[in-house]
């Protein structure tokens, strides 16, 4: 088997570093990519990886047949690794497709008709010609800012093939564009943290299991699933953390888990106590807690005297001298729904006993979502165990494996951003300037660059619909642009944004859309012109496993040959540099004229020439021909110092010498900088908000809470169209969680239809009755393929069930702009009209 892998010669490697572009007779433009005599394995085992893991795939006469998990570390199955088949067969853009008004006339496109109007095949060269030349035209007409490919999501693992940073890469080099800041995972807690703790806290390396397995005697898991959530990575899963969960359940230590919903990992942790507030009611909880310990006298005045600020006034707040509410556990109880005994045996086993609290992300991503991990963060600085082994918080063990501990060893090169283009009066691209890119924002949305014409990442229908708008950020003020051109690669709007149908609202005012996509996913449906790309199973890569533990490096060798007319992300940029401002451009993008394996290569080197050059980093590691042909990963050796480290112990330490990164250099209990923002939906200290819609209101709009949480059998949308469905799909339909007092109330069994509404939208789903979900509330997980009854109208229901249709497109606050999607009334009944068939993964209309 290895043999027939070693086929993949290594002196074509070579040979491609010479390659120029050729000139292609039949478009009469250039292309680097001729088509080559593919060496594509047929049968036997490929490696590869993927966000949710390093697989290893049978091939049988150049088919996909099947894939399992290289790593088995543990027990706790991974359901996403077994459909890479259906990953590459189902669902796929075949062509180039135009849709049919935007072909006939590109100035006057009839922007109404997308997501109703046929598609036009067209060929790969026209396509690229025609974006090529109306995107210059929207930068000439409309300026550089006019143009937006912040694109946001979760692209597929591979440091070569990374389309949302050549997508970047393309759109600098060539003149400019306005991008998106922040993230829809973390958007208020990225934003509050670097107040409080200094740092963004949430994409960080935190206290290695080893430690707390070591000595914790409580854990909390607060908003946290890590049973899903830790599926996948944001680069390759290294599939070790559950190895931790497995431990931690062996080890009979106390778990509490805190979540409205018995979710996966309350039922995975079977001895752990469940605790369920009404969804966005956690701060009210924790100011119960921290209420109770202030007047037991029970909290740690020496830690918050050496290591914070601002205790004395939030402990106003707190004893409610400001506002005249003392925050008693009464009155905590009366919010959260949790009854008083409970909330005081919590705050007592907290303090008495060395407890490491986990957040997961949930409960920020709801309105006010600044405020509950501030408050963690204070409740934690009360408890004064934060630097100890075992003690304090954690904003992201549920994560891509943060707490596995780091090894010994390098990182992998990757493509990036470039930096903005210039050209001359004739339109030729001279060369790039290095700093000042205004209208463009670079490099992955993780690392927070504020550029001129970014805004944040969720307010995107808002500034589509708003043009000039000016928005309060983080204490700055943002206008946004009049966006005439988008470009999205990577992502699916469609299914991730909040209030879809203020989406398609906000998806009629530009003049282009354009999109390279795998599959018709429902943002491809919502495009002018798409570009069938390449899955990442169609191409060579390479990437890191591990996003904290630095594993080792994952080759991502090419499975099978690229399907129907599927390029490359990285071709379809590279030709549309040709196309837009020749060789010259070209030359930029490509480094003259680098291909797939090159990159493959430099980028392992970086890796490896480090390696070579620091002795004590004792590794494996094998010349790049040979790790090539090996098909196997490279694996680091682990770091007895790092299997103990313990996050803020420096600081505990000597919070003199190794201050936070906050003014004051201490945890900000209170924060100045952010009473001078002066906004009166985030306080200068930790305080409970009521969100826009919740259970405990006066007026509720409608009846039940709606939880839209990570699916367990999908990363997102992706692998919605797999057979997995199958599994979970109720009346061929997303799944809906009603508790069985609710059912009863509404008249609904399991395996009805039901209809779930609001004044936003209403989708179709099927109901699974069970006490798995608390009265009041339900759970529709996020990622589903939106799919309107009648596509392109406002209003339409979704057959699919998608529940962003019904949550709400309003910003957590003025601080950090993150999205609500959590936080959402709905109306449930039992569905009793005609069947409506499902086209959720169907071709639209001409393709
Ligand atoms: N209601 C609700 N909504 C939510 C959330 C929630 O909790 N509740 N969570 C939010 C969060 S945290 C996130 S991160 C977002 C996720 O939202 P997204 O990241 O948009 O979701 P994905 O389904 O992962 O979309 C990735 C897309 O990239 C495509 N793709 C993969 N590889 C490639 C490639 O190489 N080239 C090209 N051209 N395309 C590729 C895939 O086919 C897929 O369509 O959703 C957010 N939305
Ligand atoms: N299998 C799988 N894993 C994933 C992903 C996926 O799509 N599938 N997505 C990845 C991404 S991009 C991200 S950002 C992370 C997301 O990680 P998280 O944001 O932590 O995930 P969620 O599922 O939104 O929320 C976690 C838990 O919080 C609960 N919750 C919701 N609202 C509240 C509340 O008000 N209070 C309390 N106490 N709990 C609440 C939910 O019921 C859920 O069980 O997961 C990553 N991992
Ligand atoms: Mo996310």
């Keep these: 088997m290895q043999e027939t892998i070693n086929r993949r010669g290594f002196l074509k490697i070579g040979a491609t570093l010479a390659t120029v572009p050729v000139f292609s007779q039949l478009s009469g433009t250039y292309s680097l990519f001729a088509k080559e005599p593919s060496d594509v394995l047929k049968n036997g085992e490929v490696i590869t990886g993927t966000h949710w893991g390093v697989l290893k795939v049978t091939l049988k006469d150049g088919k996909v047949i099947d894939s399992k998990p290289f790593f088995n570390t543990s027990k706790i199955p991974n359901s996403l690794q077994g459909n890479t088949a259906d990953m590459i067969y189902k669902s796929r853009v075949k062509y180039p497709m135009v849709r049919k008004s935007y072909l006939e006339?590109?100035?006057?496109?009839?922007?109404?008709?997308?997501?109703?109007?046929?598609?036009?095949?067209?060929?790969?060269?026209?396509?690229?010609?025609?974006?090529?030349?109306?995107?210059?035209?929207?930068?000439?007409?409309?300026?550089?800012?006019?143009?937006?490919?912040?694109?946001?999501?979760?692209?597929?693992?591979?440091?070569?093939?990374?389309?949302?940073?050549?997508?970047?890469?393309?759109?600098?080099?060539?003149?400019?564009?306005?991008?998106?800041?922040?993230?829809?995972?973390?958007?208020?807690?990225?934003?509050?943290?670097?107040?409080?703790?200094?740092?963004?806290?949430?994409?960080?390396?935190?206290?290695?299991?080893?430690?707390?397995?070591?000595?914790?005697?409580?854990?909390?898991?607060?908003?946290?699933?890590?049973?899903?959530?830790?599926?996948?990575?944001?680069?390759?899963?290294?599939?070790?953390?559950?190895?931790?969960?497995?431990?931690?359940?062996?080890?009979?230590?106390?778990?509490?888990?805190?979540?409205?919903?018995?979710?996966?990992?309350?039922?995975?942790?079977?001895?752990?106590?469940?605790?369920?507030?009404?969804?966005?009611?956690?701060?009210?909880?924790?100011?119960?807690?921290?209420?109770?310990?202030?007047?037991?006298?029970?909290?740690?005045?020496?830690?918050?005297?050496?290591?914070?600020?601002?205790?004395?006034?939030?402990?106003?707040?707190?004893?409610?001298?400001?506002?005249?509410?003392?925050?008693?556990?009464?009155?905590?109880?009366?919010?959260?729904?949790?009854?008083?005994?409970?909330?005081?045996?919590?705050?007592?086993?907290?303090?008495?006993?060395?407890?490491?609290?986990?957040?997961?992300?949930?409960?920020?991503?709801?309105?006010?979502?600044?405020?509950?991990?501030?408050?963690?963060?204070?409740?934690?600085?009360?408890?004064?165990?934060?630097?100890?082994?075992?003690?304090?918080?954690?904003?992201?063990?549920?994560?891509?494996?943060?707490?596995?501990?780091?090894?010994?060893?390098?990182?992998?090169?990757?493509?990036?951003?470039?930096?903005?283009?210039?050209?001359?009066?004739?339109?030729?691209?001279?060369?790039?300037?290095?700093?000042?890119?205004?209208?463009?924002?670079?490099?992955?949305?993780?690392?927070?660059?504020?550029?001129?014409?970014?805004?944040?990442?969720?307010?995107?229908?808002?500034?589509?619909?708003?043009?000039?708008?000016?928005?309060?950020?983080?204490?700055?003020?943002?206008?946004?642009?009049?966006?005439?051109?988008?470009?999205?690669?990577?992502?699916?709007?469609?299914?991730?944004?909040?209030?879809?149908?203020?989406?398609v609202k906000a998806w009629k005012k530009p003049r282009t859309i354009v999109m390279n996509s795998i599959y018709w996913t429902p943002s491809a449906k919502m495009a002018d012109i798409v570009f069938p790309a390449t899955s990442q199973y169609e191409r060579n890569d390479i990437a890191m496993i591990g996003d904290y533990s630095k594993h080792g490096i994952s080759p991502m060798k090419q499975l099978v040959e690229k399907q129907f007319e599927a390029k490359d992300d990285y071709q379809i940029f590279s030709d549309l540099c040709l196309a837009y401002a020749g060789k010259e451009l070209f030359n930029a993008y490509t480094e003259n004229g680098k291909k797939e394996m090159d990159w493959i290569e430099e980028y392992y080197n970086v890796a490896y020439n480090t390696i070579l050059k620091t002795p004590q980093l004792v590794t494996d590691m094998k010349p790049f021909k040979v790790f090539w042909s090996e098909n196997k990963p490279v694996v680091f050796n682990s770091s007895m110092e790092n299997e103990s480290f313990v996050k803020f112990k420096d600081f505990r330490d000597d919070p003199i010498l190794q201050p936070l990164g906050t003014p004051s250099g201490m945890i900000e209990i209170y924060s100045d900088t952010i009473a001078k923002m002066n906004y009166d939906d985030c306080k200068a200290y930790p305080s409970w908000f009521e969100p826009i819609e919740w259970l405990g209101m006066k007026q509720k709009p409608a009846e039940f809470h709606m939880l839209s949480p990570h699916p367990y059998d999908r990363l997102h949308s992706q692998q919605n169209q797999t057979r997995l469905r199958d599994t979970y799909a109720v009346a061929n339909h997303e799944p809906i969680y009603i508790n069985p007092k609710d059912a009863a109330k509404k008249q609904i069994k399991n395996g009805d239809t039901v209809r779930v509404f609001n004044a936003r939208g209403e989708i179709l789903t099927g109901a699974v009755v069970t006490d798995d979900v608390i009265e009041g509330v339900i759970c529709i997980y996020e990622g589903v393929w939106y799919d309107p009854e009648k596509p392109g109208a406002v209003g339409s229901i979704c057959k699919n069930g998608s529940p962003n249709l019904l949550t709400i497109d309003i910003p957590t606050s003025k601080l950090a702009n993150g999205n609500i999607s959590h936080t959402a009334l709905v109306n449930i009944e039992k569905y009793t009209g005609k069947t409506l068939p499902l086209t959720a993964f169907s071709a639209p209309k001409g393709a």
């Design 105 to 503: 006339n590109p100035n006057d496109p009839k922007p109404a008709l997308r997501g109703s109007e046929e598609f036009v095949r067209v060929s790969y060269e026209d396509a690229i010609k025609l974006v090529a030349r109306e995107l210059k035209k929207t930068r000439t007409q409309k300026g550089p800012a006019s143009v937006f490919a912040g694109s946001y999501g979760w692209k597929s693992v591979g440091n070569v093939h990374n389309s949302r940073i050549l997508l970047h890469r393309f759109m600098n080099l060539s003149g400019g564009f306005t991008g998106s800041l922040g993230d829809y995972s973390t958007g208020a807690s990225q934003i509050i943290m670097p107040h409080v703790i200094g740092s963004i806290g949430v994409y960080e390396q935190q206290t290695s299991w080893p430690v707390i397995l070591e000595h914790s005697n409580v854990v909390v898991l607060w908003g946290a699933n890590p049973i899903s959530t830790l599926k996948i990575s944001w680069q390759v899963d290294d599939a070790q953390a559950f190895a931790y969960l497995e431990k931690l359940k062996a080890s009979g230590k106390k778990l509490i888990i805190i979540d409205p919903r018995r979710s996966e990992t309350i039922h995975y942790f079977d001895k752990a106590r469940w605790i369920s507030p009404l969804p966005n009611t956690d701060v009210a909880m924790m100011l119960g807690i921290a209420n109770h310990l202030y007047k037991k006298g029970k909290y740690d005045k020496e830690f918050l005297e050496t290591y914070t600020v601002g205790f004395d006034r939030f402990s106003e707040y707190l004893l409610g001298k400001t506002d005249g509410i003392d925050k008693t556990t009464a009155w905590a109880s009366r919010i959260c729904g949790i009854d008083e005994k409970t909330i005081q045996e919590l705050a007592e086993l907290f303090f008495e006993n060395r407890t490491f609290m986990m957040s997961g992300w949930g409960m920020q991503r709801a309105h006010h979502g600044e405020q509950p991990h501030w408050m963690l963060v204070t409740l934690a600085s009360m408890l004064g165990q934060i630097g100890l082994q075992g003690g304090g918080f954690s904003l992201g063990h549920h994560y891509s494996g943060a707490g596995v501990p780091t090894r010994k060893g390098a990182t992998i090169g990757g493509i990036n951003a470039a930096s903005l283009g210039y050209f001359d009066e004739n339109g030729k691209f001279i060369g790039t300037k290095s700093s000042g890119n205004d209208a463009a924002s670079t490099g992955e949305s993780w690392k927070l660059k504020v550029s001129a014409s970014s805004f944040p990442v969720a307010r995107i229908a808002d500034a589509l619909l708003h043009p000039g708008k000016t928005i309060h950020h983080n204490g700055k003020m943002i206008t946004y642009p009049d966006i005439d051109f988008i470009y999205w690669v990577g992502g699916n709007p469609f299914s991730h944004h909040q209030n879809t149908n203020e989406l």
